[in-house]
C-alpha cells in the first residue's frame, strides 16, 4: 500500500497548505496512477495531521506500535 506523507516548515502551518497539497496528491494517485488506495501512518495524538487525513476521505483503519511508538493507519480506497 502506498503512504501519503505531509511535513510543512511551521511558519506555514494552519494556512490550509498541507490539505491542499494531499488532495492534489491523491487525485494524482488514483485518476492518473489509478492506485487502489492510500494510507497515512499517524502518530497517536497528532491531531493536525489526523485532520488532514479526514479532510483528504480517510477513515481510522486500525492503530498498530512500531518501535514503541503508537500510529494512527488512515486508509482512503479509490473510489
Ligand atoms: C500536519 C501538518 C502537515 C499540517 O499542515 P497544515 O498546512 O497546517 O495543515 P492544514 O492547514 O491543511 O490543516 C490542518 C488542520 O488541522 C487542524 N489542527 C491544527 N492543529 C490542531 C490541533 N492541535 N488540534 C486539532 N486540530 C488541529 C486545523 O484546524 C486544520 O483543520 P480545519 O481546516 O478543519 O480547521 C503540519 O502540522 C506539519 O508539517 N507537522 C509536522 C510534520 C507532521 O507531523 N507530519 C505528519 C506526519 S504523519
Redesign the pocket.
Known amino acids: 500500500m502506498v503512504e501519503l506523507?505531509?511535513?510543512?516548515?511551521?511558519d506555514?502551518?494552519?494556512?490550509?497548505?498541507?490539505?491542499?497539497?494531499?488532495l492534489a496528491v491523491r487525485d494524482f494517485a488514483f485518476d492518473v496512477l489509478g492506485l487502489p488506495g492510500l494510507i497515512?501512518?499517524?502518530?497517536v495524538g497528532?491531531?493536525?495531521?489526523?485532520?488532514?487525513?479526514?479532510?483528504v476521505g480517510m477513515k481510522l483503519a486500525d492503530d498498530f506500535t512500531r518501535y514503541e511508538t503508537r500510529y494512527w493507519r488512515y486508509a482512503i480506497q479509490r473510489p
Open positions: 506523507g505531509y511535513d510543512f516548515r511551521s506555514f502551518w494552519h494556512q490550509g497548505y498541507a490539505t491542499e497539497a494531499a497515512s501512518l499517524i502518530r497528532n491531531l493536525a495531521s489526523k485532520r488532514v487525513a479526514e479532510k
